[in-house]
């Protein structure tokens, strides 16, 4: 089983509207190792899913769900390929926290930004997926609350406190 990251602009096509319609013919690729790559795609490999423009983050995981074909609506030689929607990412993952991670450093996203198809290794599969249970950056550090000293203590301390006034 090969996995992908395909990408999408999510005004054009969002990963909202991949789990509301189920499945989608993912087409509109033109750039020639683009099309390498959505040929390569076989029935049950897996792909992130990925909203690019002002998002630029990782969202959910598809499954291919038919073999590779021409996109007969397309006078230009595209393909397509069926996809399913399978999850969403526990939380999106933002582009800039996989270029801030040395070990991702060849990540074909990281380096080739106008690809919408990409493979993805094992590795870089298993390390997008280990950020999605990080907490986020943008999210604010929470503090766990101070817990309360037992009532004991604290009327033992009222006591000393008084005592020495």
């Not at 290794?121 to 929470?142: F, G, I, N």
């Amino acid at each position: 089983m090969a996995r992908w990251l395909v990408k999408e602009e999510p005004s054009h096509y969002s990963w909202s509207d991949l789990v509301r319609d189920g499945t989608t013919e993912w087409d509109g690729v033109h750039n020639a190792l683009a099309l390498r790559h959505l040929k390569s795609m076989a029935p049950g490999d897996e792909a992130i899913v990925y909203h690019t423009g002002d998002e630029r983050r990782c969202v959910g995981i598809a499954r291919v769900a038919g073999a590779p074909h021409p996109d007969p609506s397309d006078d230009r030689g595209s393909w397509s390929v069926l996809l399913r929607a399978v999850r969403p990412l526990r939380r999106p993952v933002g582009l800039a926290e996989l270029k801030a991670d040395s070990s991702l450093a060849s990540f074909p996203l990281v380096r080739f930004g106008r690809l919408s198809v990409l493979p993805v290794s094992d590795r870089e599969w298993s390390r997008v997926l280990w950020y999605e249970s990080r907490p986020s950056p943008e999210a604010p550090a929470t503090r766990a609350p101070r817990r309360a000293a037992p009532a004991t203590r604290r009327r033992a301390t009222a006591r000393a406190a008084r005592r020495r006034s």
